[in-house]
């Protein structure tokens, strides 16, 4: 407490001098330079200089200067190829490593000869990267062809398909390595660790990004906070475009939406400008819970500005701005057409009125901006200092329908109406120092930062049989009545769960909205050393991190991180192993509701609060073990494999808020994931490429919950359970051709993607297993009279939902689950004996037991063909959960680059399909954190560009 009371004196007068000098660090690239020479060393002026990445695709090209000079500015941190071509001397290859910050020179003397008009790799030594850090390379040149799913969360959908270890969910929400969207944003040196799923935040836009380095290893010691993926994105900079480049571009496609956008970059070799605004207007801006798609139209708009300016060959500066603005509609469920609810007025009667009170319409707005100064000082040839800070903001507002009593929903997934206004403002300041030389790369940092969270919520329950004070004779909760004193014991009695304390908030009954508002400041200090040390074939990384985490929760933790690769040339090998232990920090979003909500009488019993678990949200700590190689095969193919063990106490997850669409973060007592990862690429052969990323992870939790609001159902004490993020396998596979040069085929291209996902855990299915203490089916194997269920003397399922916990009737004491309603049987594809269920048809054989009534099938007759329903008896929450079905996801595009053969000028059209088998297919079914949400339908998608 005491040094980060100090470091905030210290840093906070330092912040705001780097805001008025616009300084603060750049540490996803660095640069190159050097100087054209003859043999005699005469300068050589014009020549042509390339560097290339040939598995990320990343190329440049510059010319010398009237002094032979030639620079690179903002190469992402890589090794490339770098060849100079003039004409009467041979070409000059060498191969250059970019690592930090300290620019790299390069001194090249040409030899009379015959120049190659081609750059070609010249053996598996430029396809391998000595690195003991596991990760994967995306440059622009592919994620541009690359068809995404998203449109609305490209950056997610690009990560998703373009990296191993991604467990593909709803609304641009994606798991790395098994852990709940614990990843990070490393943008131009700019850390941010909150979350980036379309309900949260808004996105970096994609035309804004240069390429991606995502960390699917152990992260080094400058990341912290959540690290199970670091995507570190290097923006687009206009430095040395010495002639105004740019596009502006138009799509029109399925579901009405249309895009526009235009991009512009100019500068010089000492300034630069990078701007970039873009538009999305459609009908289907979020994955809905049906696949036919209504209410559910968005837009978003994205303005981006980076300016760099060089004041000295030593010193430069760097800002990157950033503004976004969304509007959505939150998509219906057929259950949210013509809701029927209590009329207004009446339902405090011993009779109310039911009809239709309209359609659910709930929306969204997200505003966000991002200001990021930069300042660079070369101290000398092997050394480079930063100094930064940022600001960066999130407002997000959600609001109800007009008529609240509209807000019902199924009692699994809403029974209150809600509003919310949320800001989360995260402010930064950082040093670094590095220092390259000799077998030595030295990087020490520190930062300071700090989070304002500010959490404003307004909700009543519109579900009239929710808190209802009378129930009839079997303990059955029965409409209407404003209070135990009107039950007049004869058809109504005293309901024994009624809560007096709600009734004030109980919109059936007259009652208003409830108010909650909470705020806190999160301080975090990070001081990190780390070093790359290079000896011969041998590279290690080793490091130190410490953070100070002082939230509503207060930790320390001291994080060493190891590193060791070793290349065999002769090979093309390299084999590499990793440790990092890390402190993980709890979600922000919605963090003062989850931590402090129990202590109020009115959302304790709202948020399902238990006394078996504390509610503030500690911070983590994680152990992982990484081993891993990279082979490549000639100059055609490199294979990457990683093998990863992460064993993390105080594991988070996420809860929701009195059935409503708001969640929040709540603390597992530990986790255990073990899987792999592997990434292929074939570069180029003959105009084709490849690349093919595929994962394996277990998600493995452990009860109890030990912090944040909200007891899990479905989870037995003692017994590990699989995580609703957790999935077998995946596997993205990108198969790309150029066409051949001809006059009109230079630049026509075709790419086609094969995802395949094997299915997320769906833990309230309905399945049938009544003696495994761990079972996934608790719910669903009780008939309404508490005892198995049983349908002609054979093991029957009741169609009820394993994932939400059961009320238990104040007279019988028998355990109430909360049936499926024939919209939810649908979205599940659930048939029972070949019987399918409707939106308007629930399948199955009625059972009432003292008027409560289920619907049950026996358990040998119950499929689905959206997901994966374990055989009876074998339910298992971890070694057989019910699943997602598996699902094969087709999409391509083909496109034609410069249309007309322009020079100067060109025309670029693209058409796009994604989903080309218009496959129907789950997300997920209920989950607990987003519910129910199909992929997109067949989508066709043009898009027309103009280009100078």
């Known amino acids: 407490m005491l040094l980060i009371s100090r470091a905030k004196r210290l840093v906070l007068p330092l912040l705001f001098l780097l805001f008025q000098g616009f300084v603060v660090a750049q540490n996803n690239s660095g640069s190159i330079n050097g100087t054209v020479t003859d043999s005699q060393g005469a300068v050589v002026p014009g020549a042509s200089v390339k560097i290339i990445n040939p598995v990320s695709g990343y190329i440049r090209t510059a010319a010398s200067d009237a002094s032979g000079n030639f620079q690179f500015t903002n190469v992402p941190f890589n090794p490339y190829h770098l060849t100079v071509d003039a004409n009467g001397f041979a070409s000059f290859v060498q191969d250059v490593d970019v690592r930090s910050g300290i620019p790299v020179k390069v001194t090249s003397a040409l030899k009379v000869g015959e120049s190659s008009t081609t750059v070609t790799v010249e053996s598996g030594g430029d396809l391998v990267e000595n690195d003991p850090t596991f990760h994967t390379d995306v440059d622009r040149s592919l994620f541009q062809k690359l068809p995404l799913e998203s449109q609305s969360s490209s950056l997610s959908s690009l990560v998703t398909m373009a990296s191993p270890g991604v467990a593909a969910d709803s609304n641009g929400l994606f798991h790395g390595l098994g852990d709940h969207a614990s990843n990070s944003f490393s943008i131009d040196g700019q850390s941010i660790t909150d979350q980036q799923s379309k309900v949260f935040s808004n996105q970096l836009p994609t035309n804004a990004v240069q390429s991606l380095e995502v960390i699917s290893g152990a992260p080094p010691a400058e990341f912290g906070g959540k690290t199970s993926l670091v995507i570190v994105a290097t923006t687009r900079s206009g430095q040395g475009v010495t002639k105004p480049t740019g596009s502006i571009y138009s799509s029109y496609g399925s579901f009405g939406s249309a895009t526009g956008g235009f991009d512009l970059s100019y500068g010089g070799k000492n300034w630069g400008n990078f701007i970039e605004f873009d538009g999305l207007n459609t009908g289907r801006f979020l994955d809905p819970p049906e696949f036919t798609v209504f209410h559910d139209k968005g837009n978003e708009e994205n303005l981006f500005d980076r300016v760099d300016y060089t004041f000295t060959p030593r010193d430069s500066v760097h800002l990157d701005l950033n503004y976004s603005r969304s509007w959505f509609q939150t998509p219906n469920a057929f259950s949210g057409l013509n809701v ?95 220092y390259a030389r000799g077998i030595n790369n030295i990087k020490v940092g520190a930062q300071y930062g700090q989070t304002f969270l500010r959490e404003s919520d307004s909700l009543g329950i519109v579900e009239n049989v929710y808190n209802s004070p009378c129930t009839d004779v079997n303990g059955n909760p029965l409409a209407g009545y404003s209070g135990s004193a009107t039950c007049d014991g004869i058809v109504s009695f005293p309901n024994g769960n009624y809560l007096p304390v709600l009734a004030p908030y109980d919109l059936t009954r007259g009652g208003t909205h409830f108010n909650y508002v909470g705020r806190t400041d999160v301080k975090e200090l990070a001081l990190f050393l780390e070093d790359q040390i290079k000896a011969r074939n041998w590279l290690f990384n080793l490091g130190i991190r410490g953070d100070l985490y002082n939230g509503l929760a207060v930790a320390r933790q001291a994080e060493p991180r190891v590193g060791i690769a070793y290349n065999f040339p002769r090979t093309s090998t390299v084999l590499r192993v990793s440790y990092a232990r890390t402190l993980e920090t709890p979600f922000n979003e919605n963090l003062v509701l989850s931590s402090q909500g129990c202590s109020d009488p009115v959302l304790n019993p709202l948020l399902a609060c238990a006394s078996t678990f504390g509610t503030t949200l500690e911070p983590g700590f994680r152990n992982e073990f990484h081993a891993g190689f990279q082979q490549a095969f000639g100059k055609f193919a490199v294979v990457g494999g990683e093998y990863i063990w992460k064993y993390t106490h105080n594991a988070f997850d996420f809860s929701v808020l009195g059935n409503t669409p708001i969640t929040f973060p709540i603390d597992w007592h530990n986790s255990k994931i073990p899987g792999f990862a592997i990434n292929a690429s074939i570069p180029n052969f003959h105009n084709f490429s490849a690349n093919v990323v595929m994962s394996s992870v277990s998600a493995r939790f452990f009860p109890p919950q030990v912090a944040g609001a909200g007891a899990t159902s479905g989870v037995a004490v003692g017994f590990p359970f699989r995580i609703d993020h957790d999935e077998r396998y995946n596997e993205t596979t990108h198969l790309q051709y150029n066409l051949p040069g001809g006059k009109f085929t230079r630049a026509m291209w075709a790419g086609f993607n094969w995802r395949y996902d094997s299915g997320l855990v769906a833990g309230s299915t309905p399945c049938y297993n009544i003696a495994d203490p761990n079972s996934a089916c608790g719910n669903s194997s009780l008939g309404p009279d508490g005892n198995p269920a049983t349908l002609n003397g054979v093991p029957a399922v009741a169609l009820v939902d394993n994932g939400a916990a059961p009320s238990t009737n104040p007279v019988t004491g028998i355990p109430v689950a909360i049936p499926l309603n024939a919209d939810q049987e649908t979205q599940s594809g659930l048939s029972c004996g070949g019987d399918r269920a409707t939106p308007t048809h629930l399948i199955g054989t009625p059972v009432t037991y003292l008027g409560t009534t289920y619907y049950e099938c026996p358990a040998n007759q119950l499929t689905s063909s959206l997901l994966k329903i374990p055989a009876a008896g074998t339910g298992d929450n971890d070694k057989s959960p019910p699943r997602v079905a598996p699902r094969n996801l087709f999409d391509a595009s083909i496109g034609d680059d410069n249309l007309f053969s322009g020079d100067k000028y060109k025309w670029s059209l693209k058409l796009t399909a994604i989903n080309i088998t218009n496959k129907t297919a789950l997300y997920n079914f209920l989950s607990t954190f987003s519910g129910t949400h199909f992929v997109t339908p067949r989508a066709l998608t043009g898009e027309v560009g103009f280009h100078f």
């Open 340 to 434: 029927q609810n209590v009329v207004a007025g009446t339902g405090a009667s011993a009779n109310p009125t039911f009809a239709t009170v309209g359609n659910t319409d709930q929306r969204s707005f997200i505003g966000t901006y991002d200001i990021h100064p930069t300042y660079t000082r070369i101290v000398n040839d092997y050394s480079v200092f930063n100094l930064g800070a940022w600001a960066r903001k999130d407002q997000y507002k959600y609001f109800p329908s007009g008529n609240p009593l509209a807000d019902l929903g199924p009692a699994n997934l809403q029974t209150s109406s809600i509003s919310q206004i949320r800001s989360l403002l995260n402010t930064a300041a950082h040093a670094d120092y590095s």
